[in-house]
């Protein structure tokens, strides 16, 4: 039970924190393992960098189609994977224009946080998981997604017939 409730304040701190001057919370690898594994609903993750010009085309169709599905109980959340030297400065001058909420992943070896996530991870971004635990739904993608795709693969997660 205690457990339960710290996982539910956890996530509900993570998503709820206001964005104006947010600030991307250092995570390691093992802290999105929790999230994934105690998610209690239809979750996604996306994994981004400043530098990734992809990755910055799609954050507006995950914060649309977050705020148009969120009654549903969709939750979002925004993973940088930018180099150390990029972090505080970079990611959270980023996440403040853009007002959004990240996290800011804090581990340098790919071979070891990928597999992880997915064992087919390359490492490649932008990468998305979508996670619905209890569903037993989780879908990984490699590759950038436009808005209509998005919002396809939400339709799936959130299990809504077209």
């Not at 581990?107 to 996530?117: G, W």
């Not at 989780?138 to 950038?144: A, G, L, P, Q």
Request: net charge positive; hydrophobic share 40%; proline share 5%.
């Amino acid at each position: 039970m205690i457990r339960t409730l710290f996982t539910f304040i956890t996530i509900c701190f993570l998503f709820a924190v206001p964005v104006v001057g947010q600030q991307a919370k250092k995570v390691k690898i093992a802290y999105l393992e929790k999230i994934i594994a105690e998610s209690k609903g239809p979750l996604i993750i996306n994994f981004w960098a400043t530098f990734c010009k992809p990755c910055m085309e799609e954050i507006p169709h995950f914060q649309k189609l977050q705020a148009k599905y969120g009654k549903d109980g969709l939750q979002l959340l925004f993973v940088s994977l930018d180099m150390q030297d990029d972090y505080p400065e970079k990611v959270n001058s980023f996440i403040k224009k853009k007002k959004m909420a990240s996290t800011w992943l804090d581990e340098t070896n790919a071979d070891y946080f990928c597999p992880k996530i997915d064992q087919a991870w390359s490492g490649a971004i932008p990468a998305t998981l979508f996670i619905n635990n209890n569903r037993h739904y989780r879908k990984f993608i490699e590759e950038s997604l436009s808005e209509e795709v998005l919002e396809k693969h939400i339709r799936r997660l959130l299990n809504i017939t077209p």
